[in-house]
């Protein structure tokens, strides 16, 4: 990437973040010693879930929705998680502590099938119990993700069918959204704006995808994309607040013409898209992002008692 490109999880250099401790299977390590097997069925195969949350003022944001969607997951694939959501805010508590983190931290939760006894890919040689890892990292997200905005490239790799790979599994199996996000950078933007199996707008490689049109919020209907804990909280506020939203297909044509675009995710919550394939979206000027800002930040304010 050039010295002008950021993503949409560009955060400020902490050097806390040099000395953290990892949560491996119960055991807190420091980030040079923690480490899984080569056998592991996640390095192996891809085959896990994981989470990624933000902590404020102590407690996780929207942490009821974000288990929801792990354990959901987690049973599709027949993936024993070995605890309850209990079970797993012990073991993020656990690490959070031991980091001395309470606020503005951000946490990958990654779930394996764990150790196989052989390099093969049937489940069954998984025999040894989950892989459980906590990833904490002091995390604010840097200011030019609000003021510049994301630049964004249409690219030619595709939001898969549900048959195939749904893209509501969380899954460790990324290599869809990887080829994405370097087919952006070979043309020269942040991120990809990925389409549909019919060619309709639906998501980028890493966050969910708004426009603005006429003073009403569109994203995709949903079929084809993350089921975002952000998305779906922008969704509900919008609807709360009067705001017309609507989950539908639309095409580049109307990306393109938007007034204002932004993308949501749990550590950047609503970022700005400054462009589309070169285009400039609207004018620069984003009140009804700033408007969705506001109502996420008074939601997160609710939940956990703190303004990010």
């Not at 052989?118 to 040894?128: I, N």
């Not at 990833?135 to 939001?159: D, K, Y």
């Not at 909280?233 to 705001?243: E, N, Q």
């Amino acid at each position: 990437m050039t010295g002008d490109t950021h993503t949409t999880h560009t955060a400020e250099d902490d050097i806390r973040n040099r000395d953290i401790k990892i949560y491996v299977n119960g055991a807190l390590l420091h980030r040079d010693e923690a480490k899984v097997s080569v056998y592991d069925s996640g390095f192996m195969l891809g085959d896990g879930m994981w989470e990624g949350m933000r902590l404020y003022n102590g407690k996780w944001a929207f942490f009821d929705e974000h288990m929801d969607r792990f354990f959901n997951s987690c049973k599709a694939v027949s993936l024993d998680v070995g605890m309850d959501a209990e079970g797993i805010l012990a073991a993020l508590t656990m690490t959070a502590e031991a980091n001395g983190m309470t606020d503005n931290a951000h946490c990958r939760m990654m779930l394996t099938r764990g150790i196989k006894d052989k390099p093969f890919q049937h489940p069954s040689l998984s025999r040894s119990g989950p892989t459980l890892v906590i990833i904490m990292e002091h995390s604010r997200p840097v200011e030019a993700l609000q003021t510049r905005g994301i630049r964004l490239a249409t690219v030619p790799q595709a939001r898969g069918l549900p048959m195939t790979q749904d893209a509501k599994y969380n899954s460790h199996s990324k290599l869809n959204c990887v080829i994405a996000c370097l087919q952006a950078e070979q043309a020269g933007a942040d991120e990809g704006l990925m389409l549909d199996p019919h060619g309709f707008v639906n998501t980028t490689n890493a966050c969910n995808f708004f426009i603005v049109r006429r003073g009403e919020v569109w994203t995709s209907t949903g079929d084809y994309c993350m089921n975002g804990v952000t998305r779906q909280k922008v969704i509900d506020l919008c609807r709360a607040d009067g705001i017309p939203v609507f989950e539908k297909n639309y095409s580049l044509y109307e990306a393109y013409g938007a007034e204002e675009a932004f993308l949501t995710g749990t550590f950047g919550a609503q970022t700005p898209v400054s462009e589309i394939d070169g285009k400039p979206i609207g004018t620069g000027a984003r009140p009804m992002t700033e408007r969705i800002r506001a109502l996420y930040k008074a939601a997160i304010q609710e939940n956990v008692g703190a303004v990010p």
